[in-house]
């Protein structure tokens, strides 16, 4: 299969009239084949009225049902085969291990949402039967499910061209809460999201689903993206981008007759802490396991350790000087983007040309047009306090140094931390009483707190929170990914009262689904 | 004990210098002392540092003085004796039996949350151990938990003036979560905060926490609520009253550095549907009953039945003579401050006078200065689409019957209604089929659907939801009645591979806490 470059809406394929987006293979600047014409306002209003139609019985598959086409999805796309790796190292420059494991990652993803479809639990049924009764007046019988939000806009990331993307984690979560899915798929990879996109219009169709449950629309700049959030017929959206993007779809959601919930995921810059044993003891090892974190994916991670906060001195010297040469030693990686290469070479200069910033290391030049050129500074906690300016994420391999006078400096530097996805400790047994101290300073900052290891790498389980306060997401109630991500797109319902043949299957006498219930507040399994 | 017209922050009482704030007494226009110097900045300020610093420890209080703390405060609300009965009956016009049964749910719903606290389910625990084998990658240990978002801001609600003010369902819920609580009291009752703001004191003096988990401030006009939305440190609002209210305070929240959650209840009409059998055989029953609800609170209640809809013809005829009738021997109750009434004559007056809506009868004037004069109003369902105005709430015991050609405009209606908190469907046997047909459509407006009954009278319990589409409330995805509204001021934060020692006491081995977890995606009960 090859992609032809046509919106695929429903299950048709349609050629649109708009701007034209052309992909751009980073490592050679060659332009790839197809030339995508830009969907408008008309496939919007197309994908939206599909996917409101099919919201209606689409809604209320059965668990198996629903849970046979995460499955199908995923068979679709391994079915592809080595013509999607091959595209999409051509779109991304991402080297194929990598995208082959994320491949894995996207389908194994798919088929927990499936576990989690038929376990259950998400749909939180609480019986409160009647107590006919009771003094002074009765109770009547009140029964609460979870139900799907309606049709969800996905907008595909630029990094995770598999993972986050057309059939990507908020797909999956959305799809398995039952709501349909109109994704925009990212204009930096085309041709990877149509292959996935025909991937799933084929299980949609071998599934005997209504077409609307999926669409992929393209588009070039913010028009057809910010069209489709202000469509009311969209109830949430699901981002992965910068700042800017995820800030200005906010506001067309918050700015709508009817407001309706944002999941965007942003900008971290990850903070990993030094505490003073771990670095003595292992400050060598930790140096190496950073900086290999650091150009994980050329850098182009949301978890990438972008702040590193450490205490002046002797080992923290020695840190920086193993950290310095290992990036010396880092061979440049192509950037996904010329626009993400161009904000990178931006970020990096903002902060080589800082007075208070200085240059630790930087990495080879490299080869290709959209070079990653690894980048290491330094500054002192009293300057870092002093400006806002060096807490802006750089997107890329590029992190900073925080010197601090003493661990009272290092608390004070993670107070004024904006909201992260990570925090990361390396502690050893001495180190546990100041990292029980930076704990709670940490935990009100960040989703995920880890210790001795690094925060890219993002396992896809229950306990997954790929989350955390504003900026680092819209929303810290929820993860992106993991299984708990299907609660971003449900929303409970009651019934009371209602016969037995009105009731949903999920709530009847008997339990019919077998599904766990809080029965009179016991928990029954 | 006597309100002293003084401002609640932590364990002191401050005078402030504001403009002044006096209840009325709605039964007789007079003026209740003392009066009240209302609040500003200072005393935002003040109530909000001591909410952050008795964060730092009341988030991690033991299940155990948490729940205690929320018995605390019933015990210490119902040892406010008569004299808290008489001041509400004061504020409010409300008759002793409602005020004495709205004391029963407030101290109730304490008490439910205190056995939420202690079962802990809340707390969402989940635990994905180490697979350090796993091939191509291992995995390390990954724990979750929930924690308390921060300090809260509850509004109290004008209709509930203890059930949904000072220690209502906002704040027992967030006390509950572990976030410390900042009422801004309404203007309507502010003596009878005052007692309920003591009595919360001295629970938490008893209970040996931190003073800033409770402070309650008094002002007049928006100033001080604005202010305290937009202060940094709150982290999310409850709030109860008019959809205008709840747009400002949505607008505030999300205009911030870094916005916060809203969960604002606003306005809803709560339809009921007058289904033809159950019409045709119990009229007359259902007349009476509805006009029972209409009154209930001089229709005072988020969830009074504004909308009737049925189709037109003898038994819809006789539907409304029988209610007229009913209406008609509706005596007169006080309305709950003088621009409650001020607004539901001018909302009686926009329908009186509309071209299109005939009025079908008026209960008793009453005598006192502000009484609520019942009013049920008829419209044809094709004008009931024409004109948006007439979906507007009126706030009291005023409704409007909707009188459909065939059940295809009835269901019609059903589909150009905004978001509601509730909807209601009378029916017999023999409506299943046309209720199966309208039940979607109902479910994907309400947060609560209603057979054969009244949508006032909100059972505190755990299936209940109290919350539904947008304009009902701002967040669809929750309720502020009932044991699951703990979930609006919690977020999951996960623990990656962190030494025994500084793993929360939920997540440690052994489960020492005994609460329900999903290990490896299995439930542990």
């Known amino acids: 299969m090859q992609p032809t470059g046509q919106q695929l809406i429903g299950q048709q394929t349609v050629a649109a009239h708009g701007a034209p987006i052309q992909a751009i293979d980073p490592a050679t600047g060659e332009r790839l084949e197809p030339i995508y014409a830009g969907g408008s306002a008309a496939e919007v209003e197309r994908a939206c009225q599909l996917a409101e139609e099919a919201y209606a019985t689409y809604r209320e598959t059965s668990l198996e049902a629903r849970a046979a086409l995460l499955e199908a999805i995923a068979a679709e796309i391994e079915a592809l085969g080595e013509p999607l ?123 005997d689903l209504p077409e609307g449950v999926f669409s992929v629309l393209f588009g070039s700049g913010n028009e057809i993206g910010q069209t489709l959030v202000a469509d009311s017929r969209i109830q949430a959206v699901g981002f992965t981008g910068s700042r800017a993007g995820g800030l200005a779809l906010m506001q067309t959601a918050q700015a709508r007759p009817q407001p309706i919930p944002v999941y965007a995921e942003m900008s971290s810059i990850n903070p990993v802490f030094l505490l003073p044993e771990a670095l003595a003891a292992r400050g060598r090892e930790i140096a190496e396991g950073f900086v290999g974190s650091l150009n994980m994916g050329a850098g182009q991670f949301c978890t990438n350790p972008g702040l590193v906060i450490g205490v002046k001195g002797e080992a923290l010297d020695a840190f920086l000087t193993t950290a310095g040469e290992a990036v010396q030693a880092s061979a440049a990686q192509t950037m996904l983007t010329p626009g993400i290469h161009a904000a990178y070479q931006d970020g990096v200069g903002a902060l080589a040309s800082h007075p208070r910033v200085r240059e630790v290391a930087r990495g080879q030049e490299g080869e290709g047009p959209h070079p990653c050129q690894t980048a290491l500074f330094a500054a002192s906690a009293t300057d870092f306090l002093a400006s806002e300016a060096l807490q802006a994420e750089v997107f890329g391999a590029a992190s900073l140094v925080i010197e601090c006078a003493d661990l009272a400096e290092m608390r004070a530097v993670a107070e004024a931390l904006e909201g992260q996805l990570t925090a990361t400790l390396q502690l050893d047994d001495g180190d546990l009483d100041a990292a029980r101290a930076l704990l709670p300073v940490l935990e009100r900052r960040a989703g995920r707190v880890l210790a001795n290891g690094w925060p890219t790498g993002v396992e896809v389980c229950h306990a997954m929170v790929h989350g955390g306060p504003f900026p680092a997401t819209s929303d810290a109630r929820s993860t992106s990914v993991g299984s708990a991500a299907i609660r971003r797109f449900l929303r409970p319902v009651c019934y009371q009262a209602l016969p037995a043949g009105l009731l949903p299957e999920a709530l009847r006498d008997g339990n019919p689904q077998g599904v766990t219930r809080l029965v009179d507040g016991r928990r029954e399994s």
């Not at 790796?85 to 949402?113: D, N, V, Y």
């Open 85 to 207: 790796i091959e595209r999409a190292m051509a779109e991304t420059g991402l080297p194929r291990t990598r995208l082959e494991s994320e491949r894995g990652r996207t389908c194994g993803q798919l088929r927990l949402f499936a576990s989690v479809v038929r376990a259950g639990e998400w749909l939180d049924v609480r019986i409160d039967p009647a107590l006919p009764e009771r003094q002074p007046m009765p109770r009547v019988d009140l029964r609460q499910r979870h139900v799907a939000l309606g049709p969800v806009a996905v907008f595909g990331a630029s990094n995770f061209p598999l993972a986050f993307s057309v059939s990507g984690g908020d797909s999956a979560s959305a799809l398995a809460a039952g709501c349909p899915v109109v994704v925009k798929a990212h204009s930096a990879h085309p041709g990877t999201s149509e292959l996935v996109g025909r991937a799933v219009q084929q299980a949609v169709a071998d599934c």
